[in-house]
């Protein structure tokens, strides 16, 4: 991978122990502190239990059987319920706590952008909303949002439960048909972060991710402009041919092409295809040689996945590659 | 036990115990009270996923769909309570060891059933919806067609016993067996009220 | 301390004929004689037809052992090609339809097929002899239960063998199971095998519910009777509760969905995806604890012989069991955090699912404070014990974590949670049960396994279940979800994983040198005698293994330990017959004699209504009107069942409810 977003991909783990957001924050010290004071817990009590069968005290009596004194019995009574009443007071420390990070997850900010995404098998349709319809944007599998901005996620499904989780950013939320929810983050630090589809929505649920990019106020208003745009003419003859490999081929059935005939909905809208660091639902990167894979044989990367193979003769293929690579 | 360490020592003799017992004591009543329990647990959970589902609707049953008719349901409730009648009378013949009279009162006890169980086929199409129209036919349809089965375990029950009684001779538990199924019966009749009260009067009420 | 009232003689109670010398006890030539007598009596005979038409519980119960010990190896296998597969990232062993149809019949098998058949017929096999009872409540029934559980194991492994096993996960979330996104059978076949197996939990539960009210030893009052028993006890009402659900939901709603168009979970006509999440889990949640809680029974029993002294605190840890039993069915949200339910509701759910912790933490405190105060000998068992201790605390402290809300929807539905539930089985169910099997099969068998065996068997067992399952934790924080059949080698999940697989063969290999010692030990092992470890229980007071008819006299009892608290002598009641089959009937709470029950004797016609079952569920995925066709089939059975039960065998005393007492030979 030579592109330098995606290494820096790389170089971000993907945990939910590496928040990147406050809510991830807040989550990742819960997270801490129920391991401190469990973890003690544990060692606590299965030490103990380890030690009790070595502890001796005495010897049995006449039956081979060991008896416990009165004094002894009431101390075991003191001890028993005082660990039971510590254990309740613990679980009520956790409810209370837990409980507190909650309330404050579940409060919506005004948020700045509201993203609208609806899963599909298997992949994600991306739209962000404007009051002026001319000026909404759709995309697929890639999120980009402004850093130091909360941003609301409105989730839909179009067929099958999925559940949309980036563990930097905040826990998950599923998307349920006949449901609508909700989730939203804000993104205090650049970067790009992988999501990944957590319901088990069939056979490519393993294929299933996305990224979001957080980037800089300007640097995410410029990339909103630039996907505003419709795919622009293509001027160079091979792109040109490409296009027309494109049309008249079953593409268009299920791909849309800002400004051009295409406006099948079934797959991933293309218009900016070129603009996206990875493919197939971050299957692959997108660079030209899995671009060509994909696109002549999608089944060798994602089997049964929905899109058929494209049998091309190498120049279809070189030049539909030089028209998607214009598609910025 | 020969366990040669442990001598046996009687302190009892269990032999004049009697070996037919009626009611909670009988091991049969057991097995009755658990399959009731089973099964009126299932009606309670179909009922709240018929309550489940009504949130999805405005107006429920939905709007267009006509509420249930009364008629057949409401014969066949007065059919049910009137069951009862031979049921008990069954039930307190067997308890006084009158193997005539268990035999006379089976007779009308199944010939109810009976009818119960072939209106019961009207009474799915008294909901006035198809299974298969939307969820709340579904849930309908599931309910009516739940309790259906357990009627044609019960009623089933109820004639091969009528059947045993009239054709051969039975061991003394067959009277406390009459007994356990009018037990039975008074649950899947019970069962019923309930079901009929909220699947076909209830759309009218609320 | 076995404060207890002592057995006043009940007026019913004549004494014996002839009268006997006080203290007098019986001689052993009357013992061989009744021996003689009851055994033939109560043989089911031998050879195939012998064994199709048995009703002896242990028999049966023997049988659905060994079945579901099969199970396991084959859900071991299944978890075996999950993690070569998973062992590196795009390891290319199978591809993701095979895996589906891998890792839900994985499921499928551990939680229907092995672990609550297991528990249950850990029950059918022991709660008779622990209450002292000759048989279950419900003889042939119990062996239709059997019949019912053995057809859903042959379907689904059929199916599986024809490429058609289901593939939607153990749980089967609509829309992905329903009629639109899994054409076919697989997911038909699931609901089928769920209503096979809760048919035979549900009979189970009923045996073991009747058999310990009402078939208890003389003397034996609820406060006397073996903490397993309650455990058995109380987890055969959750069933009774809990298995319903899942049995209506699979094939009422989902099977009707999918068959004859009903609209459930169809969101365009009302029906509601999160309905099914919903029923499933109702059952779903408790039937986790149907499987761990008959393991914490085995636990007490075991703690309280090995440390050789009576176990401290039994009411509190009776009450802990039916409170765990009552809360389990107050936890199933939990399982939907990540789903649009109001936050103020799932918060709740968040305080029911600490809280339950309370109760569980009350039994291993108990234990504690037993073995403390004990004199432990270290054999398997109660080396297993101690591992329980290890492995499901950690389990334990996860479930609290997962519990709240914020942190769940981090860790839902990745690694975090297959470490989590892990954790809790197998440390919570599978280590009791081998440690229960080690106590046990001296019984059962009449020989000891070996300890030297059992010592590896245990060793393997807890580092395999650590290696494997802890890196799991890491795993899902680090973003890895469930369900998964590949992953890509940038996610960075590849060595974690290969610990993982290299762990899954350390626990194969456990169970492999377990397997081996059950071999080597049925034919060599050391001959155990009536009671080798000393134990107190009334199982003990049989032979090893137990005569047909486990004990030839009812044994009166007066203590929670009744082989601890009596003299050398046992006392016992005379009087059953020698000519038919007899058990006596005893009070539900204080087990005073009631009355003499005839015991059914051996009868095909539970196997043959279990092929008529069989018909039925299976036949209606491929057509409604095979219905009316079983229905047909079962008629003639049910008759021919019913004809056999009503036979006219001998004078019976009949008791009024008026109390009026009298003879007759038929109705």
């Known amino acids: 991978m030579s592109n330098p977003v995606l290494l820096a991909l790389q170089n971000v783990r993907h945990s939910a122990t590496a928040p990147a957001s406050p809510e991830a924050h807040a989550i990742a010290h819960l997270f801490w502190w129920m391991l401190a004071v469990g973890g003690a817990i544990w060692l606590l009590v299965a030490a103990t239990a380890i030690r009790s069968a070595f502890a001796r005290r005495g010897a049995p009596g006449d039956d081979g059987l060991m008896r416990v004194s ?56 991306i739209e962000y909303e404007d009051p002026n319809p001319s000026l909404s944007v759709t995309t697929a599998n890639e999120i980009h949002v402004p850093v130091g901005e909360p941003v609301q996620f409105k989730l839909a499904s179009h067929d099958v439960i999925h559940s949309f989780w980036v563990p930097n950013m905040n826990g998950k939320r599923d998307l349920i048909p006949g449901y609508r929810s909700s989730i939203w983050f804000r993104a205090d630090t650049p970067g790009v972060y992988r999501g990944q589809c957590a319901e088990f929505c069939g056979l490519q649920h393993a294929h299933m991710a996305f990224l979001v990019v957080a980037q800089p106020r300007a640097e995410f208003t410029r990339w909103l402009l630039q996907q505003r745009t419709s795919g622009a003419t293509p001027v160079d003859s091979l792109a040109v041919a490409g296009q027309q490999v494109f049309m008249s081929g079953s593409c268009a059935l299920c791909h849309t092409i800002g400004g051009t005939p295409a406006h099948g909905t079934v797959g991933p809208d293309l218009t900016h295809l070129a603009s996206r660091l990875e493919l197939a639902a971050g299957t692959a990167p997108n660079t030209r040689g899995y671009l060509g894979g994909w696109i002549l044989n999608p089944q060798s990367m994602k089997p049964r996945t929905l899109m058929p193979p494209n049998p091309l003769q190498p120049r279809q293929l070189q030049a539909l590659l030089a028209y998607l690579e214009t598609l910025k | 036990m020969t366990n040669a360490d442990r001598p046996l020592r009687p302190e009892g003799d269990v032999s004049a115990l009697p070996t037919v017992v009626f009611g909670s004591r009988s091991l049969m009543w057991w097995g009755t009270l658990g399959f009731m329990t089973i099964e009126g647990w299932s009606i309670a959970l179909l009922l709240v996923a018929y309550f489940y589902l009504r949130q999805n609707f405005v107006d429920y049953p939905p709007a267009r769909t006509p509420f249930p008719s009364l008629l057949v349901p409401t014969i066949n409730l007065g059919i049910m309570l009137l069951s009862f009648v031979p049921a008990v009378l069954v039930a307190r013949a067997a308890k006084r060891l009158d193997t005539a009279a268990v035999k006379l009162w089976l007779l009308p006890f199944s010939a109810l059933g009976l009818a119960i169980l072939v209106l019961r086929w009207w009474e799915l199409w008294a909901l006035n919806i198809r299974w298969d129209t939307n969820a709340y036919g579904s849930a309908a349809w599931v309910l009516v067609g739940f309790h259906a089965s357990l009627l044609l375990l019960d009623v089933g029950d109820t004639i091969g016993l009528t059947t045993f009684f009239w054709t051969r001779p039975l061991p003394p538990k067959a009277l406390s067996d009459a007994a356990d199924n009018s037990f039975y019966w008074y649950f899947t009749v019970g069962i019923w009220i309930p079901l009929y009260l909220i699947l076909y009067l209830g759309p009218r009420i609320f | 301390m076995s404060a207890e009232h002592s057995g006043e003689h009940d007026a019913l109670i004549p004494a014996p004929q002839p009268p006997l010398p006080a203290r007098a006890t019986l001689p052993d030539d009357l013992l061989a004689s009744e021996h003689e007598h009851l055994d033939a009596l109560w043989s089911d005979g031998r050879g195939f037809w012998a064994w199709v038409t048995t009703v002896n519980h242990k028999s049966i119960a023997k049988r659905y052992i060994v079945t579901a010990f099969l199970m396991f190896i084959a859900g071991g296998l299944e978890a075996g090609a999950m993690r070569l597969q998973l062992s590196h990232p795009d390891a290319g062993v199978m591809g993701p339809d095979r895996y589906n149809q891998i890792f839900t019949t994985h499921g499928t098998t551990m939680m229907f097929l092995f672990a609550v058949p297991m528990m249950t017929a850990m029950g059918l096999y022991f709660v008779p002899l622990l209450v002292g009872a000759r048989n279950v409540a419900f003889p042939r029934l119990n062996a239709f239960g059997y019949w019912c559980y053995l057809v859903g194991v042959v379907f689904l492994y059929v199916s599986l063998a024809l490429n058609m096993a289901p593939d939607a996960g153990w749980f089967s979330y609509v829309p992905l199971s329903g009629p639109q996104y899994s054409p076919g059978h697989r997911i038909d076949v699931w609901a089928q095998l769920v209503t096979f197996t809760e048919i035979a939990g549900l009979i189970g539960a009923i045996n073991i519910i009747a058999t310990t009210f009402k078939l208890r030893a003389p003397g034996m009052s609820l406060n006397r009777i073996p903490i397993f028993v309650w455990s058995e006890l109380v987890v055969s009402f959750m069933i009774v509760f809990a298995l319903p659900a899942v049995a209506l939901g699979s094939t009422f709603m989902l099977g009707m969905d999918r068959t004859v168009s009903t609209q459930f979970f169809n969101p365009a006509e009302g029906g509601d995806a999160l309905l099914w999440q919903h029923i499933f889990w109702f059952f ?384």
């Open chain 1, 70 to 125: 009165a004094e002894t019995h009431t101390r075991l009574q003191r001890v028993v319920i005082g660990a039971t009443v510590v254990t309740g007071v613990i679980l009520m420390s956790f409810i209370v706590f837990d409980f507190s990070v909650g309330r404050a997850l579940a409060a919506f900010p005004a948020q700045s952008l509201t993203v609208d995404v609806t899963g599909h098998q298997w992949w994600w349709q």
């Open chain 3, 284 to 667: 779903g949640h408790p039937e986790v604890y149907i499987i761990f809680l008959p393991g914490m029974g085995m636990i007490t029993e075991i703690v309280e012989v090995f440390s050789r002294r009576r176990v401290f605190g039994y009411t509190a840890i009776v009450l802990a069991n039916i409170t765990t039993g009552f809360f389990a069915f107050g936890l199933w949200v939990h399982h939907m955090f990540a789903t649009p339910i109001p936050e103020l509701g799932q918060s709740l759910f968040t305080a029911a699912s600490m809280v339950i912790a309370i109760p569980t933490a009350v039994q291993i405190f108990c234990w504690i404070a037993t073995l403390w105060t004990g004199r432990p000998r270290f054999t398997t068992a109660l080396l297993f014990i101690l591992g329980f201790f290890f492995t499901f605390i950690n389990g334990g402290i996860t479930g609290v974590m997962l519990a709240s809300v914020a942190f769940d929807k981090q860790v839902h539905d990745t690694f975090f949670v297959v470490a989590h539930l892990h954790y809790v089985l197998l440390g919570g169910a599978v280590t009791p049960l081998f440690a229960a099997f080690y106590f046990w099969f001296p019984k059962v068998t009449g020989r000891m396994l070996s300890e030297r065996l059992g010592k590896w068997n245990f060793w393997l067992f807890i580092i395999g279940v650590n290696v494997t399952f802890f890196p799991m934790h890491l795993l899902g924080l680090d973003g890895m979800p469930r369900r998964v059949y590949t992953y890509l080698r940038e996610t960075g999940w590849g060595p974690l994983n290969a610990l993982v697989s290299a762990g899954a063969v350390i626990i194969v290999t456990s169970v492999i040198v377990f397997l081996v010692n059950v071999a080597i030990s049925y034919r060599r092992g050391a001959l155990a005698g009536d009671n080798p470890w000393g134990s107190y229980g009334l199982e003990w007071a049989t032979a090893s293994p137990p005569a047909n008819y486990n004990f030839l006299y009812p044994v009166v009892v007066r203590s929670r330990h009744p082989l601890w608290e009596t003299a050398v002598e046992l006392p016992v009641l005379t009087g059953l017959s020698t000519e038919r089959r007899e058990v006596l009937v005893t009070t539900t709470v204080d087990a005073r004699p009631d009355h003499r029950h005839d015991d059914p004797t051996a009868s095909i016609w539970p196997l043959a209504l279990a092929l008529c079952m069989a018909v039925l569920w299976i036949g209606s995925i491929f057509s409604p009107y095979v219905v009316l066709w079983a229905l047909l089939i079962s008629t003639p059975v049910l008759i021919m069942w019913s004809r056999q039960a009503m036979r006219v065998t001998t004078t019976e005393r009949v008791q009024r409810p008026n109390g009026e007492m009298v003879e007759m030979a038929q109705a």
